[in-house]
């Protein structure tokens, strides 16, 4: 399975610290959904864990789907998704921003999400304002907000990087 | 559905994260909600460094007296005195 792995800077792993090499398999001891293992997205899960560097990852054996990741027992970094750098990671953010005030257009009671959101987005990471406009659309629409706004989300990122469905 | 984590609910999880004890959809939020969360980021890291640094200290390290600060602390947390 072809899957995708943000990184930060210098294919360094967020938890663990771990530096990835790029073309080698790495093998994980045991492989529990969320413990130890090879973490990876589908194009789905990428709002999620928006980090530096984008990478695609092939995986190996058996994988487990988590719901916002998919877990492997081996892995190896195929190769950087280049077109995720600093300024794709700020039109995503203002992407976000556009759909959250597409949201609150004619809803009084909703502008507030809004001024939160542009008040965070030039301080805050792509994640961050990811995380704010799903909330915002779910503080407006509900739980399918949320999910209505984090399916725009890895749209949008699908669409704007190239991305092929991977492990959809 | 949202299930994004509150930095409270973060910090109230952190004891069992660093110990590796934390259940799986739980270590996912948890660590979903580090991605976009600066401060809790470093907060995580803050508690990492300290059990690093003392879990190096040995009884004999410590100060007579600093152990007889902690022992009363402790003595008086027990007894609801702190």
Known sequence: MTAYKFLRAGRIAPFSG????????????????????IHACRVADLPFWLLDE???????????QGAHKVVAKRGRLVRRVDAWDAEVSTEFAAAC??????????RPEAEGHLADVVAWAP??????????AAR?????????GYDTERTAQSAWLAGRLGLHPAGA | MASELSC????????????GTLPGDELERFEQHLVYCGPCATHVEQMRE????????????????????LLEAFRGWRDGRS
């Open chain 1, 18 to 37: 771990f530096e990835w090499p790029v073309g080698s398999w790495v093998e994980a001891e045991t492989r529990v959904a969320c413990g130890a293992g």
């Open chain 1, 54 to 64: 984008l990478w695609e990852i092939e995986l190996g054996d058996e994988i487990t």
């Open chain 1, 97 to 106: 921003v556009d759909r959250v005030r597409r949201l609150t257009e004619g």
């Open chain 1, 123 to 132: 301080h805050a990471s792509a994640a961050a304002v990811a995380s704010l």
């Open chain 1, 136 to 144: 915002a659309w779910e503080a407006a629409e509900g739980g399918d």
């Open chain 2, 8 to 19: 409270r609910e973060l910090v109230e999880l952190v004891t069992e994260y660093v110990e």
């Open chain 2, 50 to 69: 300290t059990i690093r640094v003392t879990g190096s200290l040995r009884e004999a390290d410590l100060d007579a007296a600093v152990a007889d600060g």
